[in-house]
């Protein structure tokens, strides 16, 4: 008892922005938060219902995506008529399931594109000119398996080919980093299955000046619905002035028991490690 009320205390420092009160965070601080967090905010059931991608929400020629990648400087404009968004549409995975949601505009699947997140002015020479949009579907990889998902195909006067864009309205659904709330940076980038228990994980952080080579602990919390992962760094004395230097490592990590249907957490920023890094989101 006295434990659970002393994790219950930190969770809510922790959700009140404690740490001006108790001072820097341990591993097994950001671990217990994570663990809360994702029991307690929804994200869970997001993770093992709802609709969770694991790739690329844009699709588009390999010819579409060089022009663009060779861009310095493009924008998206609108320079033919839109058509009317449907109410809601449907997604099919492969094993028959289905799923209503809402969907986002043509216009609003534009702005998704753009690296500015708006819309530029169909005058501006830079811009990329879309003057159709269909409403059609794609081939989705998501966390419960392949599907079938709805989805905008614009066409542009000046590119070689169409882009696709999912339609679904993530925001009125509701994702696993809404679920979440706000979060710090995350420490690990991505992990490698070796095999059922032992876990290649590649991390990065921060170097200060007077301490260019602090010694780095990889950390782990198992709960039987979760992997938290985590670095402890154990600094030299120095002067603390922190320089803002990235440096990344990795490590090995053997598990206690199989990693089986887990999901892997990154303690600091509470989600899940593939959400942001590299590395499965379900273990095979």
């Given at each position: 008892?006295?434990?659970?009320?002393?994790?219950?205390?930190?969770?809510?420092?922790?959700?009140?922005g404690?740490?001006?009160?108790?001072?820097?965070?341990?591993?097994?601080?950001h671990?217990?938060?994570?663990?809360?967090?994702?029991?307690?905010?929804?994200?869970?059931?997001?993770?093992?219902?709802?609709?969770?991608?694991?790739?690329?929400?844009?699709?588009?020629?390999?010819?579409?995506?060089?022009?663009?990648?060779?861009?310095?400087?493009?924008?998206?404009?609108?320079?033919g008529?839109l058509?009317?968004?449907?109410?809601?549409?449907?997604?099919?995975?492969?094993?028959?399931?289905?799923?209503?949601?809402?969907?986002?505009?043509?216009?609003?699947?534009?702005?998704a594109?753009?690296?500015?997140?708006?819309?530029a002015?169909?005058?501006?020479?830079?811009?990329?000119?879309?003057?159709?949009?269909?409403?059609?579907t794609?081939?989705?990889r998501?966390?419960?398996?392949?599907?079938?998902?709805?989805?905008?195909?614009?066409?542009?006067?000046?590119?070689?080919?169409?882009?696709?864009?999912?339609?679904?309205?993530q925001?009125?659904?509701g994702?696993?980093e809404?679920?979440?709330?706000?979060h710090?940076?995350h420490?690990?980038?991505?992990?490698e299955?070796?095999?059922?228990?032992?876990?290649?994980?590649?991390?990065e952080?921060g170097?200060?000046?007077?301490?260019?080579s602090p010694?780095?602990?990889?950390?782990?919390?198992?709960?039987?619905?979760?992997?938290v992962?985590?670095?402890?760094?154990?600094?030299?004395?120095?002067?603390?002035l922190?320089?803002?230097?990235?440096a990344?490592?990795?490590?090995?990590?053997?598990?206690?028991?199989?990693?089986?249907?887990r999901?892997?957490l990154?303690?600091?920023?509470?989600?899940?490690?593939?959400?942001h890094?590299?590395?499965?989101c379900?273990?095979g």
């Open positions: 008892m006295p434990r659970l009320l002393l994790t219950l205390l930190m969770v809510t420092l922790l959700l009140s404690g740490h001006f009160l108790i001072g820097q965070f341990t591993f097994d601080d671990a217990a938060r994570a663990v809360w967090t994702w029991r307690t905010s929804g994200a869970a059931e997001i993770w093992r219902d709802g609709f969770v991608p694991t790739e690329d929400l844009s699709q588009m020629p390999r010819d579409v995506m060089k022009q663009i990648s060779s861009d310095e400087e493009y924008g998206f404009a609108v320079a008529p058509p009317s968004t449907p109410d809601e549409a449907r997604i099919r995975w492969d094993d028959g399931s289905t799923m209503r949601v809402p969907v986002i505009s043509a216009r609003q699947a534009l702005i594109l753009s690296p500015y997140q708006m819309e002015s169909a005058q501006d020479d830079r811009a990329y000119k879309m003057t159709t949009a269909v409403f059609t794609v081939r989705l998501t966390l419960r398996g392949m599907a079938t998902v709805p989805a905008w195909r614009l066409s542009f006067s000046n590119l070689p080919g169409p882009i696709d864009h999912v339609a679904v309205d925001a009125t659904l994702t696993v809404d679920a979440v709330g706000d710090l940076p420490d690990v980038r991505g992990f299955v070796l095999d059922e228990r032992t876990l290649r994980v590649s991390y952080y170097i200060c000046l007077g301490d260019e010694t780095v602990h990889l950390r782990t919390d198992e709960r039987p619905d979760v992997v992962l985590g670095i402890e760094i154990h600094e030299r004395a120095g002067n603390r922190c320089a803002g230097v990235g990344s490592g990795e490590g090995v990590v053997r598990l206690q028991k199989p990693l089986g249907d999901v892997v990154d303690a600091k920023s509470r989600l899940p490690v593939c959400l890094g590299s590395g499965p379900r273990a």
